[in-house]
């Protein structure tokens, strides 16, 4: 088992950062990728960022240039840097890892950015 803990949402203005961090904890060897999903109210559940245990990393097109994802191995923890943030970035972000055919997910946190 996995468990991944979130931090780091909040409410901003457009144009502002934020900073997502997850850590993760239990059988971490098992782990062979990490990132952030999101999900705004009506909307389905989209990848937004991810990174390998290797360091490859991956981004939707709507956040490339703003978004970076980053994963300390000693600290088992990977971050997402939000920089100028839009509205339509409000949603829960939900961090996930995978590994053996399995995804863990945690709990979401809110990102709010108002206009």
């Known amino acids: 088992q996995v468990q991944l803990v979130e931090s780091g949402g909040g409410l901003v203005q457009a144009g502002g950062s934020l900073r997502l961090s997850c850590a993760a904890s239990?059988?971490?060897?098992?782990?062979?990728?990490m990132g952030w999903y999101r999900q705004a109210p009506g909307k389905q559940r989209e990848l937004v960022a991810a990174?390998?245990?290797?360091?490859?990393?991956n981004y939707a097109d709507s956040v490339k240039g703003r978004f970076t994802i980053s994963r300390d191995n000693a600290k088992n923890t990977v971050y997402l840097q939000m920089n100028s943030l839009k509205p339509e970035d409000t949603a829960v972000y939900y961090c996930?890892?995978?590994?053996?055919?399995?995804?863990?997910w945690g709990q979401g946190t809110q990102v709010t950015v108002s206009s």
């Open positions: 996930y890892a995978s590994g053996h055919s399995t995804v863990y």
């Open positions: 239990g059988i971490i060897f098992t782990i062979n990728a």
């Open positions: 990174i390998t245990s290797g360091g490859s990393t």
